[in-house]
């Protein structure tokens, strides 16, 4: 298999960003990458510092779901040291740069759901969590964690295989996780230099949304919603218009298109 394990100095080598990346943590085998990485946040590494495992054996999604972590995927968690202001929009940084990144290495076009699903043909090729520790005014830390299906055979996994896909599976041939990995950095530290700078992301983010307009399910908590999702609000939230006219926000939740 293509860099079967990785190491660090293949994520490094010839790296062409300044700091996302640069410092690497690689585990062959680990808990989270996303704890590994609160603890090097709360120990202040270096900004753009990111933890890459092989394997995870309590990888974790969002809303407390496990996320499955076998070889030859991408698990990564990158520490950063935002803005109060810059905080709501890293999940769409995030979303972005694995579209760009996956374009990149692979020539395969991703769409993105809300709130931060990557999808390749419909189906879920990477899933986002970020976790940070914020007050009102200040961020102490925010933890990007991206977990991206590479070499993964969906067929393995008859359980997900309906709803998920791998870029190998996509393109019928495997993928260099690293290469991947670096152009994801590049993107990454691309979006967050035009936040820093002031720039908003967010049309692009929407731009590239597929569950605009669509008729939608919301899962939140116990709850179904039903309706057409008619626009994202400045912070990323989804605004549902449901079939007796009332409108309603989701800042989480689960969405999945009729
Ligand atoms: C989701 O779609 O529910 C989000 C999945 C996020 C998975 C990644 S893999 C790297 C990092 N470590 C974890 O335990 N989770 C995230």
Redesign the pocket.
Known sequence: MLDDVMNKSLITKGLNTRFIGQNVLYYPVTT????IARQQALAKCPEGTAVIADR?T??????K?E?V?PQGNI???VVLYPARKELPFLTMLAALAVQYAIRKTTGLKCQLKWP??VLINGK?VC???LESRAAANSVDYAII???INVNMKLADYPEISAIATSLADETGEEVSRAATLQNLFVEMEKLYLRLQAGESILAEWRENLVTLGKQIHVRAGDDVFEGIAEAVAEDGSLLLRCADGRSMTFTAGDVTLK
């Open positions: 989270s990458t996303n704890d995870q309590s990888g974790r999604g969002r809303l779901r996320w972590t698990v990564v968690s931060n699903d879920k899933g986002i969590l964690g991206i977990g």
